[in-house]
């Protein structure tokens, strides 16, 4: 189970995206791409609904990368640049995709988790990423049927973001984390390989 991390204490809103591309890539281990992950990692409105804590040091972000994003079968750096030149691209976010454990010897379903820097929250960072994650993985995994999210009930933001990338709001599942000593009411969202069939592709973010 991943969580959703955009938070609900936003601050004024910024831009909308216009000719920025979002685009997405796998982690390294450099300097730079730890430094861009503490820029949301350290921030305590971000990790608000998170299971860990806001980090203090970027050696923090660097083991993390290392143990933990560079093994995982899908990991991305979520990358904003200008007419999508990749040379200009700023890492302000990340997103993971989690395939569940296996039933009955068989794959089917995945869950994603997504976090974004607070600077670039409300300008449909995440719900682009989503939207490109979706796709990817869809398309990597051939047994993929089901892809599902979670978002906690006082996390609004969140919630927005799943359903403006085309998942269904199943319903609330009640005390079903602990999260940072507390049980959690969360909403349960999810998008299934019919369902993008019979989505309308979209020319534009909302």
């Not at 040091?57 to 899908?74: C, E, K, N, S, T």
């Not at 009930?153 to 940072?180: D, H, M, T």
Request: proline share 6%; aromatic share 8%.
């Amino acid at each position: 189970m991943e969580l959703q991390q955009v938070g609900s204490d936003r601050p004024a809103a910024g831009p909308e995206l216009d000719e920025d591309v979002i685009t997405l890539r796998e982690f390294t281990p450099s300097d730079a791409d730890a430094e861009a992950f503490m820029s949301w990692a350290s921030d305590p409105l971000v990790a608000r609904f998170q299971r860990r804590d806001a980090y203090e040091h970027a050696d923090q972000a660097r083991r993390y990368i290392a143990d933990h994003v560079l093994p995982h079968p899908w990991y991305r750096a979520i990358c904003l640049g200008p007419h999508g030149d990749a040379g200009d691209a700023a890492v302000v976010g990340s997103i993971s995709v989690k395939p569940a454990a296996a039933e009955d010897g068989r794959l089917f379903r995945a869950s994603v988790g997504y976090r974004v820097d607070r600077a670039h929250w409300d300008r449909g960072v995440a719900t682009r990423a989503v939207r490109l994650a979706a796709e990817d993985v869809f398309a990597a995994w051939p047994w993929l049927m089901r892809l599902e999210a979670v978002a906690d009930v006082e996390n609004p933001a969140s919630q927005r973001v799943l359903e403006k990338a085309g998942f269904v709001r199943e319903g609330v599942l009640r005390k079903y984390i602990v999260l940072k000593g507390r049980t959690r009411d969360m909403v349960m969202f999810s998008l299934v390989d019919t369902d993008r069939r019979q989505q309308p592709v979209e020319s534009g973010e909302p």
